[in-house]
């Protein structure tokens, strides 16, 4: 058969749904955003309503922009077709965020113990002997932050969404550090990168008392922005890691 030698395809909608739910730790996040939704619908004035869009954040935080007030009654279509929306892009924020786990998981399951040297090739001709050295031991692969931060730049849904980040990020510092009112620019590079940057914000927040430090307060939320979309970046590269990557071929 022509296509034999070829590897099956598997669509990457259904390795999502395995990455999804192939592994405890994704499982055990559904199990929790599973709770939690129910809490939102079924008391919505309750402390833990709002607690699906945090679970699901950074890409949960676009439903803001929904014509939807979750404390108000539903009444017409238009309300009753903004919740729909908002339910399933909810779903869908879930969905992600548990392939990205469990494509954390995976690699730390899967991660090659230190050590282990991978099968040599094999060389046909003598000659490629003295070419090859097969005997002296096998490079090291990267280690480090540059190995830890390369599914951050290594891919384009990590850098588009880094791309995203920066804008947001630099918008703040533009309204914080030129504008005369800043506003509320700070929303944007905090929907940008939760829920990381929630801490960013807890410990940003306190230093705005202190009128002869307060200058510093955007500096260092700007910082823990900044780390907190590269750490989202580095969790989104694994996610498009392994939506790129094959199954293993079955025996024939």
Same mark, same amino acid.
């Given at each position: 058969?022509?296509?034999?030698?070829?590897?099956?395809?598997?669509?990457?909608?259904?390795?999502?749904?395995?990455?999804?739910?192939?592994?405890?730790? @994704?499982?055990?996040?559904?199990?929790?955003?599973?709770?939690?939704?129910?809490?939102?619908?079924?008391?919505?004035?309750?402390?833990?309503? $709002?607690?699906?869009?945090?679970?699901?954040?950074?890409?949960?935080?676009?439903?803001?922009?929904?014509?939807?007030?979750?404390?108000?009654?539903?009444?017409?279509?238009?309300? *009753?077709?903004?919740? @729909?929306?908002?339910?399933?892009?909810?779903?869908?924020?879930?969905?992600?965020?548990?392939?990205?786990? $469990?494509?954390?998981?995976?690699?730390?399951?899967?991660?090659?113990?230190?050590?282990?040297?991978?099968?040599?090739?094999?060389?046909?001709?003598?000659?490629?002997?003295?070419?090859?050295? +097969?005997?002296?031991?096998?490079?090291?692969?990267?280690?480090?932050?540059?190995?830890?931060?390369?599914?951050?730049?290594?891919?384009?849904?990590?850098?588009?969404?880094?791309?995203?980040?920066?804008?947001?990020?630099?918008?703040?510092?533009?309204?914080?550090?030129?504008?005369?009112?800043?506003?509320?620019?700070? !929303?944007?590079?905090?929907? @940008?990168?939760?829920?990381? =940057?929630?801490?960013? +914000?807890?410990?940003?927040?306190?230093?705005?008392?202190?009128? =002869? !430090?307060?200058?510093?307060?955007?500096?260092?939320? =700007? !910082?823990? *922005?900044?780390? =907190?979309?590269? *750490?989202?970046?580095?969790?989104?590269?694994?996610?498009?890691?392994?939506?790129?990557?094959?199954?293993?071929?079955?025996?024939?």
């Amino acid at each position: 058969m022509p296509t034999a030698s070829h590897p099956r395809r598997v669509p990457r909608l259904r390795r999502l749904l395995a990455l999804a739910s192939g592994n405890w730790l @994704a499982r055990g996040y559904l199990a929790v955003f599973a709770v939690s939704f129910t809490v939102m619908f079924l008391f919505p004035e309750s402390a833990f309503a $709002g607690s699906p869009l945090l679970l699901t954040a950074p890409l949960s935080l676009l439903c803001v922009f929904l014509p939807l007030d979750p404390g108000a009654g539903i009444d017409g279509a238009a309300d *009753v077709t903004a919740v @729909a929306v908002f339910a399933i892009w909810l779903l869908l924020c879930a969905l992600v965020n548990a392939a990205v786990l $469990g494509a954390l998981a995976t690699r730390a399951a899967t991660a090659a113990p230190a050590g282990v040297r991978e099968p040599l090739p094999h060389v046909a001709d003598p000659a490629e002997w003295k070419r090859t050295d +097969m005997t002296g031991p096998a490079r090291p692969r990267p280690q480090g932050v540059r190995a830890l931060l390369a599914p951050a730049v290594d891919n384009w849904l990590a850098r588009g969404y880094l791309a995203v980040v920066a804008v947001a990020l630099g918008f703040f510092l533009c309204a914080a550090f030129v504008l005369p009112d800043p506003g509320f620019a700070g !929303i944007w590079p905090l929907m @940008a990168t939760a829920p990381f =940057s929630i801490l960013a +914000m807890a410990v940003s927040s306190p230093v705005e008392y202190y009128s =002869s !430090i307060a200058w510093l307060s955007p500096l260092i939320f =700007s !910082i823990g *922005v900044a780390l =907190s979309g590269l *750490v989202n970046a580095v969790l989104l590269g694994l996610l498009a890691r392994r939506l790129r990557s094959r199954e293993p071929r079955p025996a024939v």
